[in-house]
T-cell receptor, first 118, second 113 residues
């Protein structure tokens, strides 16, 4: 099956630093990747949709200057949390879609990255 | 805006029992509905995906049903095992919001030996 990896799996940083999280589709090309965040005992909330070669589309309430997304290739998308603060501490999960056209498209999820900002 | 609700929030059952997890959604204009499993601190594993034209999907001991008109789905787990302990998430892909998924908060399942 399709595999999506994330790196790092866990990161602890000081307040004010920037953190980059990578999302890779290992055995398929994904023209679209999604970034979600999940707070403890809460649902996954979509942050942004990332299309290869174009600017990401951010959900309402998500600061695009704080959460920088780059999707430079069909197998890699990165999320950079700039000037991280403790309230940014969360579980970040990416997913990637194999576009086969229409309703059958499936999202494959990465294992997630636990960010802790001290 | 699509809202997805899962009931119960938590469930504890003895090994061997059959159980049902419930998911409801407010907007019936969906492409598909998907059930995921999430282990603590881990990512998501897709269990079953039901297209809007389908009524149910089965995989091993799992059976998921979809009643689009009433905005409901159920995940049936037969002969539960301790290894089934995890959080089960229901997610809906709307017809008019691209590929993004709307998730419920999940049902935390504990199967005791």
């Amino acid at each position: 099956g399709a595999v999506v990896s994330q790196h790092p799996s866990r990161v602890i940083c000081k307040s004010g630093t920037s953190v980059k999280i990578e999302c890779r589709s290992l055995d398929f090309q994904a023209t679209t990747m999604f970034w979600y965040r999940q707070f403890p005992k809460k649902s996954l909330m979509l942050m942004a949709t990332s299309n290869e070669g174009s600017k990401a589309t951010y959900e309402q309430g998500v600061e695009k200057d704080k959460f920088l997304i780059n999707h430079a290739s069909l197998t890699l998308s990165t999320l950079t949390v700039t000037s991280a603060h403790p309230e940014d501490s969360s579980f970040y999960i990416c997913s990637a879609t194999i576009l086969a056209g229409g309703k059958t498209d499936t999202q494959y999820f990465g294992p997630g990255t636990r960010l802790t900002v001290l | 805006k699509q809202e997805v609700t899962q009931i119960p929030a938590a469930l504890s059952v003895p090994e061997g029992e059959n159980l049902v997890l419930n998911c409801s959604f407010t907007d019936s204009a969906i492409y598909n509905l998907q059930w995921f499993r999430q282990d603590p601190g881990k990512g998501l594993t897709s269990l079953l995906l039901i297209q809007s034209s389908q009524r149910e999907q089965t995989s091993g001991r799992l059976n998921a049903s979809l009643d689009k008109s009433s905005g409901r789905s159920t995940l049936y787990i037969a002969a539960s095992q301790p290894g089934d302990s995890a959080t089960y998430l229901c997610a809906v892909r709307d017809s008019n919001s691209g590929y993004a998924l709307n998730f419920g908060k999940g049902t935390s399942l504990l199967v005791t030996p």
